[in-house]
């Protein structure tokens, strides 16, 4: 299984990034998925979380009305539409695939594969 996440740079206050995630060597429509983000000095924490099924996404507080996942199970790839962007984005964003209890909960020890983080810096 590999996730390989992609998109992230350098963006002033204010600007957009949209961040990918393409997956291969699993049924991607079988799984929940997510994008979670690790900050310096502080723990990974999950910004947006989608059922299998796409219904009805979970985004943190800090994110809600700012940031869009999508997913494209054609091409085995999700997205992170991010708009809006504040100095406190600025992270390494991953994203993520598993069978978690409950999608909503988006919680990061639930999740059961992992792509590679890319670098958001946000500059104000």
């Known amino acids: 299984v590999q996730l390989q996440a992609s998109g992230g740079g350098l963006v002033q206050d204010g600007g957009s990034l949209r961040l990918s995630c393409a997956a291969s060597?699993?049924?991607?429509?079988?799984?929940?998925m997510g994008w979670f983000r690790q900050a310096p000095g502080k723990e990974r924490e999950g910004v947006s979380c989608?059922?299998?099924?796409?219904?009805?996404?979970y985004y943190s507080d800090s994110v809600k009305g700012r940031f869009t996942f999508s997913r494209d199970d054609g091409k085995d790839a999700v997205y992170l539409q991010m708009n809006a962007l504040e100095p406190e984005d600025t992270a390494i964003y991953y994203c993520?695939?598993?069978?978690?209890?409950?999608?909503?909960?988006?919680?990061?020890?639930?999740?059961?594969?992992w792509g590679t983080g890319t670098l958001v810096t946000v500059s104000s």
């Open positions: 060597g699993l049924t991607f429509s079988t799984y929940d």
């Open positions: 993520a695939i598993g069978n978690p209890f409950y999608y909503a909960n988006c919680k990061a020890d639930e999740m059961d594969y």
């Open positions: 989608v059922h299998r099924r796409g219904i009805a996404p």
